[in-house]
């Protein structure tokens, strides 16, 4: 199991120039698409989607958290916790084992069992945020 934290920046400003840029263009790009794929119907974010479409520059307090106020930019940052899973199979049960005589059973080593894992990334975070 592999956790990660995602952090996004979102420059307000820059989408806010970039949404009247495309609205003064938008006659001239006609019948044209961009070459992108939807979002499934079945895939999360459709799922969280509210019934009420935020425009350009409105964020929902409920998920957006914003960056200092007195900053001389708006900005407002998104996080998320992405976690890979991975088989902890007898590899890296080995592999545990092989850095456990190596470095000492108290070490902090990468290849742990899933729930000593998440809760040392849970502690990390919980320590970085507080």
Do not use: W
């Amino acid at each position: 199991m592999d956790y990660s934290l995602l952090v996004g920046i979102h420059d307000v400003e820059r989408a806010e120039q970039e949404e009247v840029e495309s609205e003064d263009n938008e006659g001239d790009d006609e019948g044209e698409s961009d070459g992108g794929i939807g979002t499934p119907p079945d895939s999360p974010s459709n799922t969280l989607d509210s019934t009420k479409p935020l425009s350009p520059g409105e964020f929902d307090p409920t998920i957006d958290v914003y960056a200092i106020k007195s900053a001389p930019r708006k900005e407002v940052y998104f996080m998320a916790v992405i976690d890979i899973l991975q088989h902890y199979d007898a590899k890296k049960k080995a592999a545990h084992a092989a850095k456990t005589v190596k470095h000492g059973a108290g070490a902090e080593i990468s290849t742990v069992n899933p729930e000593q894992y998440s809760k040392r990334f849970y502690d990390f975070i919980t320590t970085i945020l507080s």
